[in-house]
């Protein structure tokens, strides 16, 4: 938490420099993602970061200054549509978290408003796209990803595997286009999200005293309670053969179940933290919590049975 007489933001720097370092680096990002192709796209979990940091260190007209230089070498060196995409889905979150998190709102609500604020303009933009194609937002994204598999399955075929590998590779590719279909509007969420967490987390790390993000420390990151009932009820929905129930279910779990790994991430937080890991160990602990079976599960297993057990809390020991 941001003690209460410290100011959120120390005033001093060189607001043009900052401006100017943040959109090269922004412009950079995006350029890397535009050569790399699939292999790039991790690079959209830091396109957030520079124009927030830029608002963060000088104020919101710095940060809106940043978007827009960002926006306009967007345009110059790419698309008008491109440069739409950037601006819903990272340059208006940064603003938003710049704006919340300077008027002293906690980092998790900060991180939510933001997330609402950009899909609703994509919502807004796909609904639009639709509409002047006379056919409907599911429809868009369904052919989208339908294309995706598509190309993924010309460039296999062209690679010279072995019939049997193709063959398992696009089977898995089906299953995962299946669940993209059913569960879109629920990854949107999570993906967005994702985007935002990362910018928050760099925000803390660059602060360096010079701002402050207020906020629970991620340690003691707890979800509201009554969340659980919401994710039990989605699991039974799952079970109701009407569609629409299992739609709704479906989404709803594709966006509880990465909040509780979340939780169940600041679990494990709290415990390296108190038994004074090592930064490396912390590291390699947080790779292998996401990348091994099935730790993943359990991590968010953990974040669920909170509610019940409270981990961190102190225990008194009796004799």
Known sequence: MVNAVQPLVRPGGNSFVTVLISSLIAVGLLLSTAYLGPMGALLHLLLVAPAAYAGMRHGLIAGLFTVLVIAGMQLALSTPV???????????????????????????????QAVVASLGLLAALGLWYAGSHETTLTAVVQGYIDHEISQ??????????????????????????????????????????????????????????????????????KLNEWLVWLLIVAGFGLLVP??????????????????????????????????????????????????????????????VFDLWFDFRKPRVKTT
């Open 82 to 112: 491109s440069m739409v995409l950037y601006l819903f889905q990272f340059g208006v979150p940064a603003l938003v978290l710049v704006f919340s998190l300077r008027r002293g709102t906690g980092w998790p609500v900060a991180t939510l």
């Open 242 to 303: 009407a569609d629409a129930v299992k739609w709704s279910a479906l989404n709803l779990l594709t966006v509880l179940l990465p909040l509780y790994f979340l939780q169940g991430a600041a679990i494990v937080t709290y415990f390296l933290k108190k038994k004074a890991f090592s930064t490396l160990s912390q590291v390699f602990t947080y790779v292998i919590m996401l990348a091994v079976n099935p730790l993943p599960a359990i991590v968010t297993a953990l974040g």
């Open 152 to 221: 993924a399955q010309a460039v296999y075929d062209q690679a010279g595997m072995d019939a049997a590998q193709v063959e398992e590779i696009m089977a898995f590719l089906e299953r995962s286009a299946r669940f993209l279909r059913q569960a879109f509007v629920g990854i949107a969420i999570v993906a967005l999200s994702v985007v935002d967490l990362v910018a928050v987390m760099l925000l803390s790390h660059m602060g360096r005293g010079n701002y402050y993000v207020p906020g629970t420390a991620f340690r003691h990151f």
